[in-house]
T-cell receptor, first 113, second 111 residues
Framework: GQQLNQSPQSMFIQEGEDVSMNCTSSSIFNTWLWYKQDPGEGPVLLIALYKAGELTSNGRLTAQFGITRKDSFLNISASIPSDVGIYFCAGVGAGGGADGLTFGKGTHLIIQP | DGGITQSPKYLFRKEGQNVTLSCEQNLNHDAMYWYRQDPGQGLRLIYYSQIVNDFQKGDIAEGYSVSREKKESFPLTVTSAQKNPTAFYLC??????????FGDGTRLSIL
């Protein structure tokens, strides 16, 4: 299947710092999704991007759909302790997601005291 | 409340045993999905169903089976043919072409 390269694999940051992570693909996607997963729970949708070049915010989170449709990034500003978790990008191909999503391997965000 | 309910939260399997994981949704979504998650890995698609009485294999369907007799329910059976079943299993549902929403998962372990 298609592959998504998500980086970094993990991040160790101080509370209050800004965070940036990204996903790249060798294939074009029609939609990019960003999810957050807390330990022992299912992923929760943070932001959905439907159009190349689109920049969307959700509170302190901002995500962009790359112009080439092969990449996306997620920024978190002024991190707080509850931001800790694993962030996944997911791409939706030409099938509209009806045949499932392609996921990155996740970015594990850890906030140091 | 509307949502996706997975049960049980934790499940243990003995050698040679089949086990069934439950997934129920009351969101009136047509499409349902099963994913497997291993440590340090993204989610991998096992099976999906876009409509009642129809389902398709995903990327890692070997050793698993599903049924979709009702719109609300999409149970996953982990058969004895699945030699490495220890993982976190996630069920999702969606309106077709809309983002998927996930349940809280079932953690399966081997006794």
């Amino acid at each position: 299947g298609q592959q998504l390269n998500q980086s970094p694999q993990s991040m160790f940051i101080q509370e209050g710092e800004d965070v940036s992570m990204n996903c790249t693909s060798s294939s074009i996607f029609n939609t990019w999704l960003w999810y957050k997963q807390d330990p022992g729970e299912g992923p929760v949708l943070l932001i959905a991007l439907y159009k190349a070049g689109e920049l969307t915010s959700n509170g302190r989170l901002t995500a962009q759909f790359g112009i080439t449709r092969k990449d996306s990034f997620l920024n978190i500003s002024a991190s707080i302790p509850s931001d800790v978790g694993i962030y996944f990008c997911a791409g939706v191909g030409a099938g509209g997601g009806a045949d499932g999503l392609t996921f990155g391997k996740g970015t594990h965000l850890i906030i140091q005291p | 409340d509307g949502g996706i309910t997975q049960s049980p939260k934790y499940l243990f399997r003995k050698e040679g045993q089949n086990v069934t994981l439950s997934c129920e949704q009351n969101l009136n979504h047509d499409a349902m999905y099963w994913y497997r998650q291993d440590p340090g890995q993204g989610l991998r698609l096992i099976y999906y169903s876009q409509i009642v009485n129809d389902f398709q294999k995903g990327d890692i369907a070997e050793g698993y089976s599903v049924s979709r007799e009702k719109k609300e329910s999409f149970p996953l059976t982990v058969t004895s043919a699945q030699k490495n079943p220890t993982a976190f299993y996630l069920c999702a549902s969606s309106i077709v072409s809309q983002p998927q929403h996930f349940g809280d998962g079932t953690r399966l372990s081997i006794l």
